[in-house]
């Protein structure tokens, strides 16, 4: 009988390399990103659960929605309905919490598109995952607070967004920085008007979105290190020879700055519908990566070890693994995020990197910082198990 059925089922290697494909899509296969793929599903899973219990109603919006959309991945890689409820419940505060002009106001005396974005992708990557009510819900929250953008003037002449509003002693926006900012353009301007061209068709949106990608990869040094521009945090492209402006335009937020580009960047690329802009953004972000792939730390990190810069980088490994899933496959990017992957699941490593759940404790001023780190290490774990688990719409 054995010998039968072994005639009946010979061996299929196209068979055999579908269901290896179909298994590392799901998550549930070896994947090529992780040194250790069972270790880090299980730490992943372990950190869902941490982040169900100990996060469940973060007050700073962008830290909150990191957090939750690690769960929404949690959720569809362990299928556990806990880790998509608590998404929910946290979706549903923040509709409340959209001021009638159309902004959130950050949850620490801050108005800034930037954090605004971040939240919002709890939206984005719940909106299959919910009732119509609530699809429509956040549709036209979305809706309220780009036409907010539009008719505010924070749409920059460079095709910028601007960083957001001056708030006065009780919390109302006053006026507009009136300043270009990278942060906001990447992941406003990149992910959320994105978003809105996906699911209304309306091509200014599109246009909206295009025009923040081409002005930060018009901002890149040959050497494809992207400055980040923030004049009120004193890093300006219009100062020259200025050593201090220097510093903190291109060195001070290097790879936190690659994070955070790259997730709007990745966003544009998958869903803007436009092969030529497509091809453009992914030939001109080609001297970024090369530039991430040469200056990684030989532990796996990036940046500088023991500061912020390098505790908030975990993003770059989205952005590589985007890159070599949709761009090009180059055998360094998961040769880089093995290496990251290695060093992250130590403990000890993550206690002293920042991550809350491994017993690092912030100081007193440090939590939103710490809760930053463990959220946007949380979004690159869900990555490398399931690759654009967090960009899926």
């Known amino acids: 009988m054995k010998q039968q059925l072994m005639k009946c089922a010979p061996f299929c290697p196209r068979l055999a390399i579908g269901l290896v494909g179909l298994l590392f899509a799901t998550g549930l296969g070896a994947s090529p990103f992780c040194s250790d793929t069972k270790a880090t599903r299980e730490y992943f899973h372990q950190f869902c659960d941490y982040v169900t219990t100990n996060k469940a109603n973060v007050r700073v919006i962008f830290t909150g929605g990191y957090y939750m959309r690690d769960l929404v991945a949690g959720y569809k890689l362990f299928g556990d309905r806990r880790y998509l409820e608590t998404a929910i419940a946290y979706a549903d505060g923040l509709l409340g919490k959209q001021s009638p002009r159309g902004y959130w106001n950050s949850g620490y005396s801050r108005l800034y598109l930037a954090d605004t974005a971040s939240a919002l992708g709890l939206f984005i990557v719940l909106y299959d995952h919910v009732d119509r009510e609530r699809q429509r819900q956040y549709l036209a929250s979305v809706q309220r607070y780009v036409n907010a953008i539009e008719r505010d003037g ?36 990149g992910e959320v008007f994105t978003w809105m061209y996906h699911r ?48 903190m335009l291109w060195t001070n937020s290097a790879y936190v700055n690659s994070a955070y580009v790259g997730e709007g960047l990745l966003s544009f690329d998958l869903y803007c519908g436009k092969r030529a802009w497509q091809k453009e953004i992914r030939a001109r972000i080609k001297p970024h990566i090369e530039w991430l792939l040469r200056t990684q730390n030989p532990d796996g990190t990036w940046s500088v070890p023991g500061n912020w810069d390098q505790k908030r980088s975990p993003g770059v490994v989205n952005f590589l693994i985007w890159y070599y899933e949709h761009v090009e496959k180059d055998r360094r990017i998961p040769e880089a995020t093995r290496k990251f992957n290695a060093f992250i699941l130590v403990p000890t490593n993550g206690k002293s990197f920042g991550m809350l759940n491994e017993g690092a404790v912030p100081g007193p001023k440090d939590q939103t910082a710490y809760d930053c780190v463990t959220g946007l290490t949380g979004c690159a774990l869900a990555d490398m198990l399931k690759p654009g688990v967090d960009a899926r719409w």
């Open 154 to 189: 924070l749409i920059r002449p460079s095709g910028a967004l601007d960083v957001g509003f001056l708030l006065d002693t009780n919390g109302a926006p006053v006026r507009p920085y009136d300043q270009d900012y990278t942060t906001s353009s990447a992941l406003t301007g």
């Open 200 to 247: 209304t068709g309306e091509d200014k949106y599109r246009q909206i979105a295009y025009n923040t990608q081409a002005w930060i990869l018009s901002t890149m040094r040959e050497d494809g290190v992207i400055p980040y521009n923030y004049p009120g945090g004193k890093s300006d492209l219009r100062i020259k020879g200025n050593p201090r402006n220097d510093f």
